[in-house]
């Protein structure tokens, strides 16, 4: 696959802000696929297609239900706007380790056969520990919404392309490529939020060698 382009075609943003009178860090990611707004919507709302790209979900995904990924992040559907002329969008909880995070995600039509896809991930400062951010910087969540959007592109575009195990996939070179490209990528987000860009460097390396379990200990 094409790793270089699929690094290239996604914006990523990092702003830390108030909000409601606490401060929180909004971590921002767009990609724009060749698919109709029905189809992508279908592909990130049906638990049988988000199987095919992403993880298994269990769990009701309509309005005011809780849903669980299985092995990962759980929660309860917040919002959900179905395709109505050119856009939709859907809200939910991200709860992992303890914490209590939310994700929307929004769909705009581009054309007839291309979507853009917005991911807006927003957190506390508060649910990671400050050694935590410290160390490991926005790269910790960034390097896996960077995965989530490839496969998600894959299952779109190219789903013969697609990884048999993804999970072993970003331990061989082409996926720790990857998940150095998305590091340095998210450095610069960092440096741009504030970040001293010695710390950010620092931080993109740590994170990269955790995913490419690298990391001593």
């Known amino acids: 696959m094409n790793i270089e382009s699929q690094i290239e075609a996604v914006r990523r943003e990092l702003i830390t802000e108030q909000r409601e009178g606490a401060t929180m ?4 990611l767009a990609q724009s696929y060749p698919s109709p707004l029905a189809d992508v919507w279908d592909a990130i709302t049906t ?24 092995g990962n992040a759980g929660g309860t559907v917040l919002a959900c706007e ?43 400062v508060d649910v990671v520990p400050d050694e935590i951010w410290t160390q490991f910087g926005p790269g910790a969540t960034g390097l896996g919404w960077d995965g989530t959007l490839l496969g998600l592109s894959l299952h779109l575009a190219a789903a013969g392309e697609r990884p048999d195990d993804p999970e072993a996939w970003l331990l061989s ?9 998305s590091a340095d990528r998210w450095a610069i987000a960092h440096v741009s939020d504030g970040a001293d860009p010695t710390a950010a460097k620092a931080a993109s390396d740590a994170v990269y060698s955790m995913y490419a379990g690298e990391m001593p200990g």
């Open 82 to 124: 179905p395709p109505r002329a050119d856009r939709a969008a859907f809200e939910v909880t991200w709860e992992f380790g303890g914490g209590v995070t939310w994700l929307t995600v929004r769909l705009q039509a581009l054309g007839a056969d291309s979507t853009q896809l917005e991911l807006q991930h927003v957190a506390p």
């Open 25 to 28: 860090r909004v971590q921002t």
């Open 47 to 70: 638990a049988e297609r988000i199987a095919r790209w992403f993880m298994p979900v269990d769990g009701d995904l309509s309005l005011g239900s809780r849903y669980q990924l299985q």
């Open 173 to 181: 070179a082409e996926g720790k490529r990857f998940n150095r490209l």
